[in-house]
């Protein structure tokens, strides 16, 4: 019964915490552009390791599936625009890991 009760303890920890450094990423990226946001569009979009999105980035890649759904009238358009990106992080990530084995 204790064991249970600490996974579900922590199951939400990770829950609440889940994309806080997806956050933070993004609040660097305002603060570091900030001078660029007065004179464009600027929107920060980052995304954990583990495929866990800052809302901005979420909300920008859902309008861009609505303007692209309203031109091609596929109303799967923000579905595989988030596939591709989530593959293009897979393949990023792939790399990553790959780059650090050792060829002896």
Same mark, same amino acid.
């Given at each position: 019964?204790?064991?249970?009760? !600490? ?6 920890? =990770? =829950? =609440? +915490? ?5 956050? #933070?990423?993004?609040?660097? #990226?305002?603060? #570091?552009? @900030? $001078? &660029?946001? #007065? /004179?464009? !569009?600027?929107?920060?979009?980052? =995304?954990? /390791? ?9 909300? &920008?890649? $859902?309008? &861009?599936? @609505?303007?692209?759904?309203?031109? +091609?009238? %596929? +109303? ?8 591709? &990106? /989530? ?11 790959? /780059?650090?084995?050792? +060829? %002896?």
């Amino acid at each position: 019964m204790v064991i249970i009760i !600490i996974i579900i303890i922590i199951i939400i920890i =990770i =829950i =609440i +915490t889940a994309g806080a450094a997806a956050d #933070k990423a993004a609040g660097n #990226k305002e603060a #570091k552009y @900030r $001078q &660029l946001a #007065k /004179s464009h !569009i600027f929107v920060p979009v980052a =995304i954990e /390791s583990a495929w866990t999105w800052n809302h901005q980035a979420v909300e &920008l890649v $859902q309008e &861009l599936g @609505r303007r692209m759904t309203a031109v +091609t009238e %596929d +109303t799967r358009e923000a579905t595989y625009l988030f596939q591709r &990106l /989530s593959v293009a992080l897979q393949r990023g990530n792939a790399v990553s890991f790959h /780059s650090t084995f050792t +060829t %002896d």
